[in-house]
């Protein structure tokens, strides 16, 4: 039983943002999608159903999970007090803060386009990259907000910010972050169940959110 609602639940995380799913997980419309400035939602692909087993490995904030030549740790997550109205919807701002250590031989690329990372909020898969994260990472944090924006280099440990948008009266979300995504394969996953007292009040922006 456990098992089947964890692949649920990865499904559903790539439900909302790729185009790969388990196997009994069916096409959503959103696949392969990156919420753009006015809150639509763009197709980075063509939105066709595919198939691909995913291999999950939990993670908890503050402790490393690693595969291959990827470590990667989640170390604190914020929520926002800064909410707008959207399509007659009340979204808030959610940041993560990722350390990411490639012990590799290649560039691992880690950004929204790599579609590097997943995002399913009270069961359900959510859109929740937006082209305005970079935005409001710099505006929260200032130059202190790095991203992940540049591929990190062999060798390389870089800690980063993540931006989601989220429904604002959220009450449990499960980010997921592909250690492979750049390479073209979604079959790992690292993923971090989160409950809304688990996020931090994010710190006053440097720069007034608009």
């Known amino acids: 039983m456990m098992k089947k609602q964890l692949q649920r639940a990865v499904c559903a995380l790539l439900g909302g943002v790729l185009l790969f799913s388990l196997g009994a997980c069916g096409k959503d419309e959103n696949a392969g999608s990156v919420r753009d400035v006015d809150g639509s939602v763009s197709a980075t692909e063509p939105t066709t159903e595919a198939t691909q087993k995913v291999e999950t490995y939990d993670g908890k904030m503050g402790e490393q999970v690693s595969y291959g030549e990827v470590n990667a740790t989640l170390e604190k997550a914020y929520l926002s007090d800064y909410t707008f109205t959207e399509n007659g919807q009340e979204i808030g701002l959610t940041f993560f803060e990722f350390c990411i250590q490639n012990n590799g031989d290649e560039d691992l690329t880690v950004d929204m386009l790599s579609r590097t990372f997943g995002l399913e909020v009270d069961g359900e898969a959510s859109a929740g990259i937006s082209i305005r994260?970079?935005?409001?990472?710099?505006?929260?944090?200032?130059?202190?907000?790095?991203?992940?924006?540049?591929?990190?280099?062999?060798?390389?440990?870089?800690?980063?910010?993540?931006?989601?948008?989220?429904?604002?009266?959220?009450?449990?979300l499960s980010i997921a972050y592909f250690p492979r995504a750049g390479f073209l394969d979604w079959d790992k996953a690292f993923v971090f169940p989160l409950d809304r007292s688990d996020l931090e009040p994010a710190p006053q922006p440097v720069e007034a959110f608009q």
């Open 133 to 172: 994260g970079p935005r409001y990472i710099y505006m929260e944090f200032g130059d202190d907000g790095k991203t992940f924006d540049d591929p990190i280099a062999p060798g390389e440990t870089r800690n980063g910010y993540v931006c989601m948008e989220v429904p604002a009266d959220f009450q449990s």
